[in-house]
């Protein structure tokens, strides 16, 4: 009988540790301080009496991006670092701004699910699903159209449209974070061996060393 005990708590113990997920909040807010000496996952909260209104506002989503920068996009995030009052509450959101032609690069948020709205204009969207498959799935969506970009996937977006282009993005974390793909294998901080870069693309040399001091 202690055995079988055992076993079922072992089991259910199991089975929470394989659903576990972002924690439910187990008081009204926690906004963030950045500055607490407490390091958490995520952020420690702020005193409660110390909450102001601005702790849950921000101002800024009404102003164009400046989209004039190699993408041609601007992305303004409303995440916890711009909203303290996000802190535990599993959701942030952006306006991205398209030029003509521009685009949201090949990019990844690695804890988060995003659910992009078309404000103004014609986007171009799409995600690369995981090995071996690679399949990508995209199409062009209108104004009011909506788009899902499922977590850790690789997606963009590009505006096939005349003019600027407008979106909402609403993920699902208050920190998604994000890793351009470009970025992060050409930019990174060292480098990449040239050896492993070359293997990887299947290129020589020259064009790794042009695509690194690129980034």
Known sequence: MAIKILLLGFLALTCSLISASDSSPLQDFCVADPNGPVKVNGFACKSAMAVKATDFSFSGLHITGNTSNPTGSRVTAVTVAQVPGLNTLGISMARIDYAPKGINPPHTHPRATEILTVLEGSIEVGFVT???DNRL????????????????????QHNVGKGNAVAIAALSSQNPGVITIANAVFGSKPDISTDILVKAFQVDNGVIADLQAKF
């Open 130 to 132: 995981s090995n071996p």
């Open 137 to 156: 799935i995209s199409r062009v969506l209108q104004k009011g159209d909506v788009f899902v970009f499922p977590i850790g996937l690789i997606h963009f």
